[in-house]
């Protein structure tokens, strides 16, 4: 049961990194990028989200009850439902050839707050 909790958390942290990656490359570079190549980075990012969903909420339930009262978890699930608000937004923007500026922004703003949610789930501090 251990070996497959930490594969979940594996696979967790893996669709982490599918999310914030092309996340981070619109944040960095959006003006630069074409908008088919923005629009699929803010696809993968999608499915990095889909993936943080879906092994997050396995991992919930494998742990029981032991973390659905924590004030850390409660503000993350918050935060991630943000995250998506935001990623489902930046989605619409990259459909606009002259959004590159918000396009930036935006996914900085999105990264900026997946960092928040990393630190409270690493950290825990309440």
Excluded at 7 to 32: K, M, N, Q, R, Y
Excluded at 76 to 83: E, K, Q, R, T
């Amino acid at each position: 049961m251990i070996a497959l909790y930490s594969l979940l958390i594996s696979v967790h942290v893996v669709s982490l990194l599918f999310c914030a990656g092309p996340l981070l490359v619109l944040a960095l570079g959006a003006t630069e990028l074409p908008v088919p190549m923005a629009q699929r980075l803010t696809r993968v990012a999608s499915l990095g989200l889909v993936g943080l969903l879906v092994t997050g909420a396995a991992a919930l339930a494998m742990t029981g009850p032991a973390f659905i009262h924590t004030w850390w978890l409660r503000l993350s699930v918050l935060l991630f439902l943000l995250i998506g608000a935001l990623t489902g937004r930046l989605r619409r923007l990259t459909r606009d050839p002259g959004s590159a500026r918000r396009v930036r922004t935006l996914a900085g703003v999105t990264a900026a707050v997946l960092v928040i949610v990393v630190y409270l789930m690493e950290a825990k501090p309440f």
